[in-house]
């Protein structure tokens, strides 16, 4: 028996131990304990106005945003934010804020301890997945699985953190991602959750969850158990929300009218000064002056002045294509080639200081290889799964290219990316062993 088989022998003896996975989680689950102290602490020195002197969370701090709501879902007033002295109802689509307040009143209203849950949650999730994956040497393909969701500094930062949707959104593609392409036995009803979260997570995922609920439905998947759930689950959530926006604002909310605070957004990439200082400079500067446009003749409701501003952003858009042709090309810009921070400052001599952050070399260079493996795999193959990655990854980003970009709206696809690349070598490596036996 040659060395290699007596590695395999081994590993097979590792694998067939139950005792050894649970020893491989509890390892990955303190090297997150760690990494979210890490990180907790270091955002805490960062922003100290985020918590108190006992470490507990100020939540009409957290940016973005949701403040506001946070704090009123403290008093019983629900989802409400006031923008332009109006009282807005489906600002912002509910899963973060309920998510937050339910950890802040029933877990622990510590920061460290907040995060730490929702990120142990949301690990332990993928770390049973990737256990599910029938492939040979499989706690070496796990270990190296979570090591690779981990390896990337701005991606796992992004992910940690609990101050914009991307704290919640990676790890719910992640799954989503991971369920596709598992061998669960009732994996479309972990799909059919995982995309209703998403869809009361964040408004503009609408296409990339609609996209997918049918798709399921006209394509081979249907081969397996509960196919038609998602498209299930989303109309209901469709319906939930709708109604809910409805009693409060007489507005039935749906399709890509999810959130009242949406056309405000999109604003920001439909004016003069968007292509001058994108993707160099926020286009949250021109927050102030986007809300002076307001006439004082709109009435004081969330949705008519969500229709001024959709309206304003349609007339820039037919009046300037050349803008929307320019701003397009530096969209792509950030998702393959912009290296730098995403948020760039001046200087006193009004300078702009550009810091480079290596961790998006990997994210970019990965991501290459993915689209290239994904086109190549079904081109090769015409197989369901590499063209419902193709579909899936266009209209993940189709609406940040009608709006505007930045690399941590990408962390989620990037780490897909980076994945599917080992899953790929992995593959390989394996098939080549086989032939030599």
Known sequence: MNFLEKSKNIIRKIENSTINYFILYLFFAFIILFLNFYFSYSYIIKFPDIVDEENRIILKNLGFNFGQILENLQINE???AIYFNTDYYVSRMPLLPLTLTFLYNFVSENFYIILLVKNLFFFSIIFLLLCNFKRDTKIIFVIISLFI??????????SLSFNFEEGLLNYLILILFLAILSDLKYKFLLISVTLSLIFFLKSSMIFLCTFLSIFFIFSNFKKDRYYFLPLIFLIISNLIWGTYSYKKTGVFAYGTSLASYNAFTLNHAYNDKFTTIYPSISPDVLTQEIEEKLPLEVKKDEWEIDKFYFNDSIEYLKSNPKDIFIGVLKKFQVVFFYIYKDSQFKT?????????RLSNIPNKIFFVLYLFLILRNFYLFRDTKNLLLILATCFYFF???????YTRHCTAIYMIATFYVFNEIYNKINLVLLKKK
Do not use: Q, S, W
Request: hydrophobic share 45%.
């Open 78 to 80: 629900g989802l409400k």
């Open 149 to 158: 969701f981990l390896y990337n500094p701005h991606n796992l930062i992004t």
């Open 348 to 356: 006193i001599d009004e300078e702009i200081i550009k810091e480079i």
């Open 399 to 405: 609406p940040y290219f009608v709006g505007f970009i």
